[in-house]
């Protein structure tokens, strides 16, 4: 027993330490820095005294951004050598947590002018998990009630929603289709704990259209940021929650916040304010595009940053030609690279790209939400 338990550790010490080593090469390679091995001599004797490392600022920062560059699923990454990097490695309280999401939201929201944003909390360990996690996959996301006619709100989040009204969240008196959610976080020894938001802090934007006053009426809205909030942060054999934030594609919220059967199910309505047959074969498609023009208006109006996927294809082809320039190989998932609605006009559909998923990495964390 005692030998299988000192090959365990000898195991993970030697994974550890070639993860760290490998970290600690690229980022001197890339970043030009001198003093390679005086770090790694330093690495490898902290990881003999704890049996862990503890990165620099500048690692952490560059690790950061690095992840973001790798990060396969996002078009949005030719910003990724500008995104802002808070170490919250010494947040240890609930009441602490939720000061520093309060600030990763209102870091990110900028009065509007939306910055990428990521907050580094504490890491896991070989023998502990992290001390701090956050349960919601976004900061913003809107609780789901059953009723006798089905679902109000956003279906997605049912299992959420049960979770935290066993918690012990009751919700507004008046429930209605956009309430938001409280924030779950779980401590090292796997208990949930309920962080109740300050809701002015969370900025939402009304839907409305231009031409079609009508599209008020269905009373739409949605946050102004989205903070993926159940990232983690892989380096050098490292985990660090991670809670991440970039700005909205409008189609994404059009096609597949708004008009997804599955979520809030408005192309139906739509469909109806535009008056459209139904012999027209193309009703969703017009209805589809009047969201889409609703959603980038209302985001304009407001004041809030917002991008389009035409824009966003042509940023990441400028993306890719820099990257392989560097000598760096360009990964992808190719379909969420081109979601609807792009074409084979958009400059990033007419190729694919590597699908393997290099470190640095940003992975969501793999929660299994229970209702108990």
Known sequence: MT???????????????LQAHQFLRQFHDETGRPGLAARWRQVRAEVADTGTWQPTLDEL????????????????RARWSSLTVRDRRDTTTMLALRRELTGHLDAATANGRVRSVLTVLAPATATAPAPLRIIN????RYAAWHTDGGVIGDPANLTLTALAVRLGWTGPTHRGAFDLLPWIAATADGRLHLLH???ARIRQVP???????W???LALRWPAVPVISNMTLHLGGLQFPAPFSGAFMAGGIATRDLADPDRYHQLPAVIDGLG?????RLRADKALLTLHEAVLHSYEHAGVSITDHHRESRAFARFTAREEAAGRTVTGDWSWLNSYPMTPQDPSWPRYYDTTQPTPALRPEPHTLTTG
């Open 276 to 280: 459209l047959p139904d012999h027209d």
């Open 207 to 213: 839907i409305h259209h231009p031409r079609h006053p």
């Open 197 to 199: 938001p300050d809701h």
């Open 215 to 217: 599209l008020a009426d």
């Open 3 to 17: 030998t299988t338990v000192v090959s365990h550790h000898a195991a993970a010490d030697e994974a550890l330490h």
């Open 137 to 140: 996959p976004q900061l913003a």
């Open 61 to 76: 920062t560059y690790a950061a951004r690095v992840a973001w560059r790798n990060a396969g699923r996002c078009i949005g």
